[in-house]
């Protein structure tokens, strides 16, 4: 007989979607927050240590101040959201305030884990709440930023936080079963995906975007955020929040929603920094011998090996690398500007100090700072 993988998982993610956090968008659902808090306390019994990754800002700011649509002006989402983030957080704390749970905000930005810096920072403060026994309570922080670096969806970001704490589960609760062969919507003939590998292809095949006004992204980002998640070993559960005790009895080993696992080998932590930035500032293009050379043989980037380079980006920040026909092969962190790279490629390394006056590094990306796409 099968087995939760949170049966045995240590530190979890639990993602809750909009819909569910809202009551589809009428108002913060107290008894499911109330619900949910209780089964988090039981975890933490348990000896579990979790984090709660809550939508539901924008919902509720809409809702408390009497919208009956979402707003298409960025700006009033954003409003929205520093309305509906008070209201949030108030309730969490009072719910688990009745387990004698203390819970923190922690509101991210996509550049609070691109930049190496911040990302530690945020890392070693998570880890420290768990530490403390404290329930990080985490969303975007919507208000501040603007469309184009959005992680877009909490359930992204949901994986993007497994990666960063090194989590052995991601929970995603939402309004659905599961993944289902199709949206059960619109598919009443759809059947539940019980278990699956995470990054398979055909999982992506059967997964749409988002059912109702008040959710983002749909199943869709949730089947690419377990594949996020796998990249650091984490399996993946997709269940519905208003099921009874969904929690805790997954936690006992009963299957319940879609379970997904992780079948690839954890990516060591900083290569997995590489792997979860979103929004990349350039690219570099590559001969055929230096893809080969990076694909077969997990050799580092030679200046010689770039036909192109396209973007800005400084020393130091992560670009992609692309094979002749413009798709991504590899990413990493680059020894060298888009500047000096421009005046650098197709040459040796014994001419790189030539040509600049100085040399930092013999190599254009380090393979220790690479990651095969
Ligand atoms: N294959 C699928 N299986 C289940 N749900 C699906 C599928 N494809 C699309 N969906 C839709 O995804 C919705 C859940 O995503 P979303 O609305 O973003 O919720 P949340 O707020 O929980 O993130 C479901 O209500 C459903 O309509
Ligand atoms: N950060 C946004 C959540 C956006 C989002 O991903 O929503 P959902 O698809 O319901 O998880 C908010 O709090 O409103």
Same mark, same amino acid.
């Not at 130091?316 to 060298?336: F, H, Q, S």
């Given at each position: 007989m099968q087995t939760s993988i949170l049966a045995k998982a240590q530190r979890i993610v639990i993602k809750v979607g909009s819909s569910l956090v809202t009551n589809e968008g009428k108002g913060l659902d107290h008894a499911a927050l109330a619900r949910w808090a209780e089964e988090i306390a039981q975890l933490t019994k348990l000896g579990k240590q979790v984090v709660l990754v809550s939508s539901g800002a924008i919902a509720e700011g809409i809702a408390r101040l009497g919208w009956t649509q979402k707003p298409s002006a960025v700006h009033e989402k954003q409003a929205a959201a520093a309305v509906g983030q008070l209201g949030l957080c108030h309730a969490y704390e009072s719910a688990f305030r009745q387990h004698g749970l203390m819970c923190a905000q922690v509101l991210l930005t996509h550049e609070d884990l691109s930049d190496r810096t911040r990302y530690l920072n945020a890392r070693s403060t998570l880890l420290t709440l768990l530490q403390l026994g404290v329930i990080p309570i985490i969303n975007e922080n919507d208000s501040v930023v603007t469309a184009e670096i959005k992680f877009g969806d909490n359930d992204t970001l949901g994986a993007l936080v497994t990666n960063l704490i090194e989590g052995d589960a991601l929970v995603i609760l939402t309004d659905q079963t599961g993944l289902y062969t199709a949206d059960p919507r619109s598919n009443p003939t759809a059947t539940l995906v019980q278990t699956g590998v995470a990054g398979d292809a055909s999982l992506e095949v059967m997964a749409g975007g988002a059912g109702s006004s008040v959710g983002t992204g749909g199943m869709y980002t949730k089947i690419i955020a377990a594949k996020r998640a796998a990249r650091s070993g984490a399996a993946t559960i997709i269940a519905c929040g208003r099921e009874e005790q969904v929690l805790t009895r997954l936690a006992s080993g009963e299957m319940i929603g879609t379970q997904l696992s992780s079948v690839t080998c954890a990516l060591a932590a900083k290569k997995q920094w590489i792997a979860d930035h979103l929004q990349l500032k350039g690219s570099v293009t590559l001969d055929a011998g230096a893809v080969r050379a990076l694909t077969q043989s997990g050799s580092s980037l030679l200046p010689i090996g770039v036909l192109a380079v396209e973007g800005e980006f400084l020393r130091? %920040? &992560?670009? /992609?690398? +692309?094979?002749?026909?413009?798709? %991504? &092969?590899? /990413?990493? +962190?680059?020894?060298?500007s888009s500047q000096e790279t421009q005046r650098i490629l197709r040459q040796p390394t014994g001419q790189i100090e030539a040509v600049l006056g100085y040399i930092d590094e013999a190599e254009l990306i380090h393979r220790d700072n690479l990651v095969l796409c």
């Open positions: 130091g %920040e &992560v670009v /992609r690398c +692309l094979n002749p026909d413009g798709l %991504e &092969v590899a /990413r990493g +962190l680059i020894n060298y």
